[in-house]
């Protein structure tokens, strides 16, 4: 008997920032009376399970590549764009090559959920193979900016390493002949698989914060961040923020890379005995008892609830993480970022190009310096001005409930019945 919810399966990367953008929009799913089930790892199962959706775990090989692309030497520039890429490209295309060697042992377990669609986002090609080959409508949830094959966006990375990204193209391309003719996995291209472009794909930021939003059509819908409201956090120590205007910093994962102490001893020396109310997130990393002595004005804790602490905050010091600069914005609070990594450096420097606050690459970073930024972008009543401007569109853009939304509009139709699609007839993406 066919059952009467929807169903929807996510195939999302097994990190925070995706996972966490993810969930409110499947949770959300679920309210309205959907099925959703997650293919992702064991640590987000809790998670997965209080959203209401069912948990799958996924092959541990893609996920042990994926959490490599996350380390690796910081960037000082856009100039080191192209050292990353050659750096991490070999890594890159293993993860393509690993994640697309999962589908043929995952067909026939995802045909037996008989669900109705597929979500994905970049870097997941076993979600649109699988797609491709059982015949269901897919959207594409980014987690950061579109990517689209062709734009100015894609051809700056693509120029940065022209080698690598040949060479990435290289040593996938014999894994996806090698599938196809033996399991029917479509011939996906690298840029297919970096790029995806679906009849509707998910962008949780606003159009406005995309760097070349004129080349995108309407398939592409900027939702916004996937922000909920806030809980209950009575257990955190609002009460020492009085008294001054107050400074949260947290520089997400990059604190546990073994930086922790050091930068939290130069934010010491930046604000020690000043006007500023520091809230500091060493993160899990940073033993908290090698810090030494603590400044009276500073709230060190190994975990910050972010967004209640941001509905307070009047600068936030930031890493530059995609969901970071855009809960600053949906707050409306003057960020000094940090960046990291390519996406960061990216995030921090187009908020930085639209005013919405500074950037310092980590080469540059004295206590001076972040003292100056931070009072920079605290004092200039123009970078609240335009965060306003940017919070008010980042709210009417309608974060996880519009997602949701536009994934129920997209259907269910089949393209092809998944009773009857033989592994052997997919065709090539061209």
Known sequence: MRRSAIKTLFFVIPAHSDMYTALPVAEELVGRGEEVVFYTTEQFAPAVRA???GFRPLDPEPVRLYEQLSGGSPLSSMADVGKVVEQFGPLIARLLVEGLRTVPAM?????????????????????MALARMLGLPAATFSTTFVMKPGSDFEQMFAAAAPDAMADMWGAVAATVDELHARHGVPRLRVSDMIAPDEPLNLVPITRQFQPD????????AFVGPSIRPL???DDFPFDRLAGGPVLYVSLGTHISRGSGAGFARLCFEAFADSRWQVVFATGRGTDIGSLGPVPANFLVETFVPQLAVLERADVFVTHGGVNSVQESIWYGVPMVGIPHTIEQLVNTGRATELGLGAQLLPGTVTAAALRQAVDTV???PGYRERLAEASALSKAAGGYRRAAELIMAAGERRTVPQSQTPLTRAEPIR
């Open 51 to 53: 959203a209401g959706a």
């Open 107 to 127: 067909v026939e377990q995802v045909r037996a959920e008989r669900a109705d669609r597929i979500v994905y986002n970049t870097m997941c090609p076993w979600g």
């Open 213 to 220: 939003a004129d080349s995108l059509d309407e398939r592409y």
């Open 231 to 233: 809980a209950g956090d």
């Open 378 to 380: 605290a004092d200039d």
